[in-house]
């Protein structure tokens, strides 16, 4: 540090003498460039000034006392900056710390959490999820069953970041320790409930929708935890439809229970799962309306689910400046056949 | 070995009186202006703690020696309520500046070497050091 200090000193004497004489732009552009190579060798504002004040005095010895008090002066009034600027780069240094390890805890958390779409016969599925921060708040899961049938989970923690994400996983994990009979959406959302009202501090909300399709008879058998609707495309009558479930939210009541809806598909339909990310978007100060979701679904409808849900979410990111305010999921699925 | 002069603080205006005597003596052993200025601002974060929590007490300085360099030593010292969890004052941010530099932290910052004993209803006694380079 003192060798920097040195060099730049001699640097900034020339150039002060130079600019004072000339005041040539150069000079400052100079001067500019002297300030950025302090910053990066963390001189502190008093010792510039101290610089200052050295340079000052052998260029113009005859200077006057009131002047050089000034700057003893002004010196002084430079410290607490000073100490603000190691305080800052102590909790920047931290901060970066902190991110790393974040950034571990959500790759674990990918780990985790990870599904994969299953492939049927004659079902488009597309699904996106992306966190708003590092940690995904959202969780979405597919389950093949012996049977045929497919389950599709999709829940969303009411907070973001870290909390959320370990929620995530206990979901998850109680999930997947069901016995196979009890795979039915209404006693899935019964056995979660528990789950979550006896392990899940009270402030803590979740919403989940639960659906499982059974492509031998067509059947799409539902039930919500206070989720956000999802919609169903009837393509017969081109026109979305709001797939109504009334349910509490995970953990508010030891025994609450889950009413279990159903709807026949056909060909061309489409069942439209997301979370409140998706329909909160905010342009500005305005939220969208749920409709916008859907006008956006209908302008892509001619590709595949997949490249819908990429569209859907690309249109959103840009819409919020590309910084979304929430997790954001969104699953498509369409029958082909 | 120097002697010690101490400073009595009670009053606000003895934190004015504690820095005058811990810029003298630095200046004395040869601290530069910015040195100077710096050893002032811990000396008025450590005699305004105790005027503002411990009620009264006192900063002593003192010029120290070893072979091979000279130095400041300065230790405030009071009999005031004491401070029950040290790593939590001694974090960034905890002062009541909020992040803005001062306190505790930043007199260790200040100073080279930094040193505190406290004890529940006994007292504290911070002892710094900052050497001439
Ligand atoms: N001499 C002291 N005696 C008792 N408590 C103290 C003393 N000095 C500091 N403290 C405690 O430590 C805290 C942090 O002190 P400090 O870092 O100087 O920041 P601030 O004075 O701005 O709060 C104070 O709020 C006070 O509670
Ligand atoms: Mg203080």
Known sequence: MGNVIDLDAKNYKSLLKNYIETQDEKFL???????????????????????????????????SGEFQRSMNFLLETMISYGLA????????????ALKSQIAVAASMQDTLLATSKPNIEGLDI????????????????????????IGIALADVIGKGVPAALCMSMIKYSMDSFPENAMQPKSILENLNRVVERNVDPSMFITMFYAQYQPKDNKLHYASAGHEPGFYYNAK?????????????????????????????????????????????RQGERFIE????????????HLSAQ??????????????????????????????? | MGTQSCINIQKEWDIVGARQLGRDIAKKIGFGTVDQARIATAVSELARNIYLYADSGKVCF???????????????????????????????????SRGLGAGLPGVKRLMDEFDLISEKEQGTEVKTIKWLR
């Open chain 1, 29 to 63: 552009y100079r001067a500019e460039q002297i300030s950025k190579s302090f910053l990066k060798n963390n001189i502190l504002p008093e010792e510039i000034v101290n610089l200052h004040m050295q340079a000052l005095d052998e260029l113009y010895p005859s200077l």
């Open chain 1, 85 to 96: 600027h190691q305080e800052f780069q102590t909790l920047r240094e931290e901060q970066l």
């Open chain 1, 126 to 149: 597309g699904v996106i999820s992306v966190p708003a921060n590092q940690m995904n708040g959202d969780y979405h899961h597919f389950i093949e069953s012996n049977d045929g049938s």
């Open chain 1, 237 to 281: 009558r081109d026109k979305f439809e709001e797939i109504e479930a009334k349910g509490l939210v995970l953990g508010v009541s030891l025994d609450a229970k889950y009413h279990q809806y159903n709807l026949h598909i056909n060909k061309d339909d489409m069942i439209i799962l997301l979370t409140d990310g998706v329909t909160e978007c």
């Open chain 1, 290 to 301: 749920r409709e916008e979701v859907l006008n956006v679904i209908r302008d892509h409808a």
């Open chain 1, 307 to 337: 490249e819908m849900v990429d569209r859907v979410y690309k249109y959103f990111q840009r819409l919020q400046n590309f910084q979304l305010r929430d997790d954001f999921t969104l699953i498509i699925l369409r029958k082909d056949v």
């Open chain 2, 62 to 96: 003192e010029a120290i020696e070893t072979i091979d360099k000279k130095g400041i030593s300065m230790i405030a010292i009071d009999s005031g309520p004491g401070i029950s969890d040290i790593s939590l004052v001694m974090q960034d941010g905890y002062s009541t």
